[in-house]
């Protein structure tokens, strides 16, 4: 057993879907969150910024000494965590695994689509791992760079989100794909907007609670599981507004997090 924490972090909200996927599957698991509120988004960074980024919010989560970390960012799980994850001395595990070996196993006719930001697809590391599986799998990638900045806002169904979901995914959806990877933990928040859009005969993987399970399974395979059962188990830090993280993670989280958060100066680590 261990009774350590559990270190999550991403660029902003999105990243509570996975936290609540977490929660969901570990609910014994005390859970430090960090949403780099003040520089979101990470998708349209370049790529040193990204591990620079990166590095910094893993020193921030190791002061609290966690058993793990949990990238639950697909911009720094793929632009960065390869190059990084020898440098820390705990484990971190990204999104990218175990979206990809669900979205494997999902499909039927090997076509299956990617979205996510411009960092993300840029890194082509999805359809490394895809084709690294089967390399007759066909792979269809589209950026989407307004869907972070939608689901900050708290637009995750309305007339804009549509318009702006049909623009991006009208190729994808052309091209027959019958498994979509949502390679972003932002866009399960969009998730209704786009099933409506591909249809019933595509499945949506959802990279938050596809790295739930593998948590689950690699904490209890290694005995490294937590017995706590403490009510105030869950902290949360941001790099900018407190009053709005508290407002929107609500709703991403489906639980009150009102005084839980407290904004820390990221530059600092």
Same mark, same amino acid.
């Given at each position: 057993?261990?009774?350590?924490?559990?270190?999550?972090?991403?660029?902003?909200?999105?990243?509570?879907?996975?936290?609540?996927?977490?929660?969901?599957?570990?609910? %014994?698991?005390?859970?430090?969150?960090? !949403?780099?509120?003040?520089?979101?988004?990470?998708?349209?960074?370049?790529?040193?910024?990204?591990?620079?980024?990166?590095?910094?919010?893993?020193?921030?989560?190791?002061?609290?000494?966690?058993?793990? &970390?949990?990238?639950?960012?697909?911009?720094?799980?793929?632009?960065?965590?390869? +190059?990084? $994850?020898?440098?820390?001395?705990?484990? &971190?595990?990204?999104?990218?695994?175990?979206?990809?070996?669900?979205?494997?196993?999902?499909?039927?006719?090997?076509?299956?689509?990617?979205?996510?930001?411009?960092?993300? #697809?840029?890194?082509?590391?999805?359809?490394?791992?895809?084709?690294?599986?089967?390399?007759? +799998?066909?792979?269809?990638?589209?950026?989407?760079? +307004?869907?972070?900045?939608?689901?900050?806002? !708290?637009?995750?169904?309305?007339?804009?989100?549509?318009? #702006?979901?049909?623009?991006?995914?009208?190729?994808?959806?052309?091209?027959?794909?019958?498994?979509? &990877?949502?390679?972003?933990? @932002?866009?399960?928040?969009?998730? $209704?907007?786009?099933?409506?859009?591909?249809?019933?005969?595509?499945?949506? &993987?959802?990279?938050?609670?596809?790295?739930?399970?593998?948590?689950?399974?690699?904490? @209890?395979?290694?005995?490294? @599981?937590?017995? %706590?059962?403490?009510?105030?188990?869950?902290?949360?830090?941001?790099?900018?507004?407190?009053?709005?993280?508290?407002?929107?993670?609500? #709703?991403?989280?489906?639980?009150?997090?009102?005084?839980?958060?407290?904004?820390?100066?990221?530059?600092?680590?």
């Amino acid at each position: 057993m261990n009774n350590k924490s559990i270190g999550v972090f991403d660029s902003g909200l999105g990243g509570l879907t996975a936290v609540k996927q977490i929660m969901n599957e570990l609910p %014994n698991e005390s859970i430090i969150y960090f !949403g780099d509120t003040g520089r979101v988004p990470y998708g349209t960074r370049s790529r040193d910024t990204i591990l620079k980024y990166t590095r910094g919010d893993i020193r921030f989560l190791k002061t609290f000494d966690v058993k793990i &970390i949990v990238i639950a960012c697909g911009t720094a799980s793929s632009a960065a965590l390869p +190059m990084i $994850k020898d440098e820390f001395d705990v484990p &971190i595990v990204g999104v990218i695994d175990a979206a990809v070996y669900a979205a494997v196993r999902a499909t039927k006719n090997k076509r299956i689509g990617v979205i996510g930001t411009q960092g993300t #697809i840029r890194s082509g590391e999805y359809e490394k791992q895809i084709t690294a599986y089967d390399p007759e +799998m066909k792979v269809f990638n589209r950026a989407c760079p +307004m869907f972070v900045p939608l689901v900050e806002n !708290g637009y995750f169904d309305t007339p804009v989100t549509k318009l #702006i979901v049909e623009e991006y995914l009208e190729e994808i959806r052309d091209e027959g794909v019958d498994t979509l &990877i949502l390679g972003c933990t @932002h866009y399960p928040l969009l998730a $209704k907007a786009i099933g409506e859009y591909m249809g019933d005969g595509v499945k949506l &993987i959802n990279s938050g609670a596809e790295v739930a399970k593998y948590l689950k399974k690699k904490l @209890h395979d290694e005995t490294a @599981h937590s017995e %706590n059962t403490d009510e105030t188990q869950y902290r949360y830090y941001v790099s900018d507004d407190v009053a709005g993280f508290e407002e929107l993670g609500s #709703i991403f989280l489906e639980r009150e997090i009102n005084g839980q958060v407290s904004k820390i100066d990221i530059e600092r680590y």
